[in-house]
Nanobody, 116 residues
C-alpha cells in the first residue's frame, strides 16, 4: 500500500521555481500536522516546512523567505512552493507527519536538482 506519494520534482536552474505535491490517505491527514523533509547523501534528513490542520505554516530558517507550504484537506494534499532555488536545495524531498505522530515509513520522495 502506497500512502505517501510525492511529485513535482525536477531539474531547474538556480533562481528557478518548483512546486512539490504530496498526496496521502485521509487517515494520515486527519487533524495532524504535515511536513516536508529533505535528504542529501551524507546529511541527516531535515525538516523543511510544516503546516497544521488549520493552515498555520512554519518554515526552517534556511528556506524562510523562499519556500511556502500549503495544504488542501479536501484533496488530502500538501504543497511546497519553492522559489529562488539554490544548488544547496538539491535533495530528495519527502512528506510525512511531524513530531511524535510521524509515520515509521516513507514514500519514494521526489528529486529536486538545482544547477548553477
Amino acid at each position: 500500500q502506497v500512502q505517501l506519494v510525492e511529485s513535482g520534482g525536477g531539474l531547474v536552474q538556480a533562481g528557478g521555481s518548483l512546486r512539490l505535491s504530496c498526496t496521502a490517505s485521509g487517515s494520515i491527514f486527519s487533524s495532524l500536522t504535515m511536513g516536508w523533509y529533505r535528504q542529501t547523501p551524507g546529511k541527516q534528513r531535515e525538516l523543511v516546512a510544516w503546516i497544521t490542520r488549520g493552515g498555520s505554516a512554519n518554515l526552517a530558517d534556511f528556506v524562510k523567505g523562499r519556500f511556502t507550504i500549503s495544504r488542501d484537506n479536501a484533496k488530502n494534499t500538501v504543497y511546497l512552493q519553492m522559489n529562488r532555488l539554490k544548488p544547496e536545495d538539491t535533495a530528495l524531498y519527502y512528506c510525512n507527519r511531524v513530531g511524535v505522530q510521524r509515520l515509521d515509513y516513507w514514500g519514494q520522495g521526489t528529486q529536486v536538482i538545482v544547477s548553477s
